[in-house]
């Protein structure tokens, strides 16, 4: 049978950062309506940032009991004004956003990567969620998602693929924040599809505050015999949403 080669483009892009209140089980007091839940509401004076030429100050004025408290094991800091204690900036970042698989040999996996590193101010962590435009189309013709060795997986559920006979397109994330979503560097998955009305799906989350944590996503080709030539393409969006 003639070797074929194929040309294949990936180009990635950072679709938001989106911020959201996402309740969690607290004692402090609570504020709900229709449209929106507020952890951690106090009554108190006056909040808030103020700033001149010589200083900037943020402050909460008749917040009960705030402070640094400690016993043995324990250290206790009550009060907003330790939000500010992090110094950390929220950021989000993507190390390369336009990736090349180049020629492809048939039966042959191909892979490229990339780095997502995230920094969050909150002690509630974050989610960081993918899902691609459409499946890697050219002219007509489109490269099927991975299914995996065991025919399984999923843009839910990862699998592993070594097979050089198993055909598709999928990726793997390995670094903090990825292990309950990949096992180990063989386990892959589909992207979630937006053409097909599928949903963004995590691939990396953290339950607190994190500096520059940072996991190497690879994307992974294999191509049968059959697989017309031509170049292809897709947009993959990644989404990285803080937890407050």
């Not at 110094?87 to 990567?113: A, D, K, Q, R």
């Not at 590193?117 to 499946?135: C, E, F, Q």
């Not at 299914?147 to 397109?169: H, I, L, P, R």
């Not at 170049?231 to 969006?237: D, G, L, V, W």
């Amino acid at each position: 049978m003639n070797q074929i080669t194929k040309k294949l483009f990936i180009f990635l892009t950072v679709l938001s950062i989106t911020y959201i209140l996402r309740p969690n089980i607290s004692f402090a007091q609570t504020f709900d309506s229709n449209s929106y839940h507020i952890d951690f509401g106090n009554f108190n004076m006056t909040s808030g940032k103020k700033s001149s030429t010589n200083y900037s100050l943020t402050d909460t004025v008749g917040q009960n009991a705030p402070g640094r408290y400690e016993t043995s094991g324990y250290i206790l800091k009550a009060g907003f004004q330790y939000l500010y204690e992090s110094g950390i900036p929220l950021s989000f970042e993507i190390s390369n956003t336009n990736l090349n698989f180049n020629s492809l040999t048939p039966n042959i996996g191909s892979t490229v990567t990339n780095t997502l590193t995230i920094s969050t101010p909150t002690g509630h962590g974050y989610d960081i969620l993918a899902i691609a435009n459409h499946p890697l189309k050219s002219l007509g013709n489109t490269i099927p998602d991975t299914k995996c060795d065991s025919g399984s997986c999923s843009e839910s559920v990862s699998g592993v693929w070594t097979s050089n006979s198993t055909y598709g397109f999928g990726f793997n994330a390995n670094g903090d924040g990825t292990s309950s979503y990949f096992t180990n560097s063989t386990y892959f998955r589909q992207f979630a599809d937006n053409s097909s009305g599928e949903t963004a799906k995590v691939l990396m989350s953290e339950p607190t505050r994190v500096k520059d944590h940072s996991a190497l996503i690879t994307y992974k080709i294999n191509i049968s015999p059959l697989q017309a030539a031509g170049t292809y393409e897709n947009s993959i969006n990644f989404i990285a949403v803080p937890k407050y």
